[in-house]
Structures are given as C-alpha cells and as structure tokens.
C-alpha cells in the first residue's frame, strides 16, 4: 500500500496483509509525485528525479536526475533492468546495472 500527502518528502511503505510499518522512503521533491514498480524494482520519482530501490527489502540502490527546467519526465516504463523514461522532448533508455 502507498500513502503520500501533497508536499510530504517521505513515504510511508506498509504491509497491507499485516498492517505493519515497514519503512520510509525518500520522494522527490515536487507537488507531481508517482509510483511504480516491477518483480525487482520500486521506482519513487517526479519530473525531475527517479529514486530506484530494491523490491525485496527496499534498500536504496540509486537515483536518476534531470535538469527539470529544460524538460520534464511525463512517464515511465519497466522491463526488468531496463527503464524507458518519457519526456516532454525526448526518450531515454536506460539499464539498471546494480
């Protein structure tokens, strides 16, 4: 389960079938905020930022970050290691390699 408030920097990640806290994770920082996630991968990101962290324990393993005035992350699409970041101008391809 994934609950966030407008404006909050940290989510709140729990186990919905136990209903216990698990942990915090760090969100971008920006009013438009989305996540999602793969059978390895959990992606926290904004139109400028895209935190990357490990499914099974949630542990961080690395961010991506654009320039936010020159263009701006619309979508975003995962295959396994490989992420396809959609921006207003442009496409980037990118392989996860941790």
């Known amino acids: 389960m994934f609950v966030n408030l407008k404006g909050e920097k940290k989510i709140g990640v729990f186990q919905v079938s136990t209903r216990v806290f698990m942990q915090y994770l760090s969100f971008p920082d920006e009013d438009w905020k989305a996540i999602t996630w793969n059978e390895k991968y959990l992606l926290v990101y904004c139109s400028s ?48 390699t941790a």
């Not at 654009?66 to 701006?72: A, E, F, L, Q, V």
């Open 49 to 96: 930022q895209v935190n990357l962290y490990n499914i099974g324990d949630l542990s961080f393993v690395d961010y991506i970050r654009r320039y936010h005035r020159k263009d701006r992350l619309t979508d975003i699409n995962i295959f396994g290691n490989r992420l396809i970041l959609v921006f207003t101008s442009r496409i980037e391809g990118i392989i996860i």
